[in-house]
C-alpha cells in the first residue's frame, strides 16, 4: 500500500471517530434537555424549554424572530408561547420600539425556574471537565469554537 492510500486511510479512520464523538455530544446532551425539560416543566413538550432557554439566554424578542431563532415554525412557537403565558413562564408586551410589536420575555418565575432547570445540565457538563487542567480546558474551548465556526 502506497504511503498516500495509508495517509487517506489513516485520515478516514480518524474522522470517522470523530464523527462518533461528536454524535456522542449530541445524544448526551439532547438527554440532558429533555431532563432538563421535565425539570423546567413536566407537562410541557421539551420544545417550550427550548424557547424559554433561547429568551433566557438572548432576552426579549418577537414572536417571529423566535421561530426564526429556533427553527421552528410560526405556528407552533404561538402555541407554546400561549402555554408558557398561561404557566405564568412568559408575558408579552408591547415593543417599545415598535408600537405595533409585541416582545415576548421570562417573567420572574420563567427566570427562576430555567436557572433551576439548567443546574442539572450544567452540573453534568462540569463534572467532566472537573479533572482537566486549564490549559486542556482552553484547548478543548479553542478547538470547539474551530469546529463551530466561530474563529476569533
Not at 449530541?26 to 425539560?37: F, G, K, Q, Y
Not at 408561547?81 to 416582545?103: C, F, H, M, N, T
Amino acid at each position: 500500500m502506497s504511503e498516500y492510500v495509508a495517509k487517506t486511510k489513516d485520515r478516514e479512520t480518524l474522522e470517522l471517530a470523530l464523527g462518533e464523538q461528536i454524535h456522542a455530544l449530541i445524544s448526551a446532551s439532547h438527554a440532558l434537555n429533555v431532563r432538563s425539560a421535565e425539570r423546567f416543566d413536566a407537562t410541557l413538550q421539551p420544545a417550550a424549554f427550548h424557547l424559554v432557554r433561547w429568551l433566557y439566554s438572548y432576552g426579549p424578542t418577537s414572536a417571529a424572530a423566535l421561530a426564526e431563532a429556533t427553527a421552528m415554525d410560526r405556528s407552533s412557537v404561538s402555541r407554546l408561547i400561549k402555554q408558557l403565558e398561561k404557566s405564568g413562564y412568559v408575558s408579552k408586551a408591547q415593543d417599545p420600539d415598535d408600537r405595533r410589536g409585541i416582545l415576548l420575555s421570562l417573567t420572574e418565575l420563567g427566570e427562576q425556574s430555567i436557572v433551576n432547570a439548567l443546574k442539572e445540565k450544567e452540573s453534568a457538563f462540569y463534572e467532566r471537565i472537573s479533572r482537566w487542567d486549564d490549559e486542556e480546558l482552553g484547548r478543548f474551548t479553542t478547538m470547539l469554537r474551530q469546529f463551530n465556526g466561530l474563529e476569533e
